[in-house]
């Protein structure tokens, strides 16, 4: 561990270096290089590697890995010391964990996401709405409550007063997409996102805006990065570029301001 | 005797083998330095844990009771019988041994999923569904665990001495008696260890648990599931948990010590 780090503040030091060199006499930012790892939601499994490429495009030389998992176990990671550079998670909550506990600098909210109903091809259990899920012998598969998508699910089913007993609850939301694809549960609850990106292979039912809930999307630089350069770039590009926001659109998600 | 030079250890051989040591020791030891000594006991008594253990253990058991069932036979026919094609189907029962648990999840969805190609057929017929069922649990666990007994059983049927039985057949016992009073206790340590190999891998399983019987508290989330529902929210319970799974191998391994596993280095 001590080594990155000597690393890092090595090419801290030859970047302070080089912007006080008389070549570069106006201090601009560094051009971002070097790979970066980016630790994303799994509601980000479809979009993220499209803002990459672009991303890439934009400043040759760098190449973007990543790590899609739940919110809360990508969090766990970056505390437990995993080599990431970005974290994206698709919560507020779950990123002040790791902001709080020093791992994660400055977070930027990026998007926003709702949610929707998916079921089987043909929709054989007929789900019409919220109220469906309750029915008996309705099979309804949720995302753990410890997670964004199941504490979304949660604050979905109690504004709207809906009891639902979910018989699984799955530890990513694409894991909840998985069990409805393959005809094993009736429904599911899971982003608007994860219902477009998949459309042909599961139905879905809209919830209307005023009973739906949201949740907002950070991304941070991870603090013990080695390549924080390119970690802030892409986490600035996400949040602030046209190109990355248009993507994000085009995929579903809505703009979080 | 040359004992004294044969049982020092050459260097290369005994670097490597205590870094091994090392390697499969050092993990445990970190657990136990990470672990929440103030609330461990706390945490292995809340109400998550205790249905998380009592469903391990019921599930572990009785995957253990169906792989015995089911996989004593097949490790005879495999073994003793001189039908053709015991080989490949020595192979085939290695399969679930060898491919990740997850894609046992998988194939079992195939199979006993409500769109599965069994399980299609009992639910239209039954309304009988596995996925998310304790029986899904069972299943998944004795799908991942029995080849551990069908080898180690087989192992004990092939080194059989066949005196006792043909002495048995000559004075007239019948083909079930044989088994059942010769053939069984003659091959009782591989059983022993055959079956705590399995009840510790259905114990400890999670892959295939997961993707065919799903995740719900009480009902299919045994401890390995818990501890990585845990490792979500707070990752010192899911160590507390772990130490109870660990301390749960333990005591079985004292249990039985000499008793089964040395047997089972002879097979």
Redesign the interface.
Known sequence: MSKPRSVVAASSALLALLAWSPAQAAPTPTAPSGTITVSAAASLTDVFPVIAQAFMKKYPGTTIKFNFAGSSTLVQQVIAGAPVDVLATASEPTMWTAVNAGHAGKPLLFAKNTMAIAMPPGNPARITGLASLSRDGVLVAECAVALPCGAAARDLLVKNGVTVKPVTLELDVRAVLAKVMAGEVDAGIVYVTDVRSVRPMVSSVTIAAAQNVTTTYPIAAVNDSDNPTAAQAFVNYVRFTPSAQGILRAYGFAKPW | MSSTRTTRAPWFLLVPGLLALAFLIAPLLALLWRAPWGSVLDIMRSPVALDALRLSMITATAATILATVLGVPLAWLIAKSQLPGTGIVRALVLVPLLIPPVVSGVAL?AAF???GALGGFLYDTFGV?L??TTAGVVLAEAFVAMPFLVIAVEGGFRSLNSQFEEAADTLGASRWTIFRRITLPLIAPALGAGMVLCWARALGEFGAT?TFA????G??QTMPLAV??A???D?SVAIALSLLLILICVIVLVMLRGRFLRPLAAT
Not at chain 2, 214 to 217: D, I, V
């Open positions: 969805l999923g409500r769109r569904q996925p998310f997961i799903g995740n719900f508290p009902v299919t990585y529902e490792l979500e929210s990752p």
